[in-house]
């Protein structure tokens, strides 16, 4: 069973339901300001958590490095998941 997200231009993601023998992975996303603000305030509202880092030592924040912000939090299965504003320089 797959819990499925449409995109814009088609881009359909796919998350299986657990329990699922993965490895677990790590997803960054690189959106915009607004969508950033809607998508931190549904992570809260769930009460999910989130970490600043990648490693996992900074709960409850966000990062405001590379000149944009980040958050880590886990999907159902286990998975790393980012979402940043700036890439990566």
């Known amino acids: 069973m797959f819990t499925n997200i ?4 088609g881009v359909l993601l796919q ?9 677990m992975q790590h997803y960054a ?10 998508a931190y ?3 809260l509202d769930a009460g999910i958590e989130h970490w600043a880092d ?6 409850g924040e966000t990062n405001t490095e590379h ?6 939090f ?5 998975h790393a998941i980012e979402l940043i504003t700036r890439p990566y320089l």
């Open 29 to 38: 996303f690189l959106i915009d300001d607004e969508l950033f603000d809607r």
């Open 15 to 23: 998350f299986a339901e657990p329990p699922v023998e993965i490895q």
């Open 6 to 9: 449409q995109l814009d231009d």
């Open 74 to 78: 886990k999907d159902p299965s286990g």
């Open 54 to 59: 990648a490693h996992m030592q900074r709960p």
């Open 41 to 43: 305030r549904r992570l």
């Open 67 to 72: 000149g944009g912000r980040g958050v880590y």
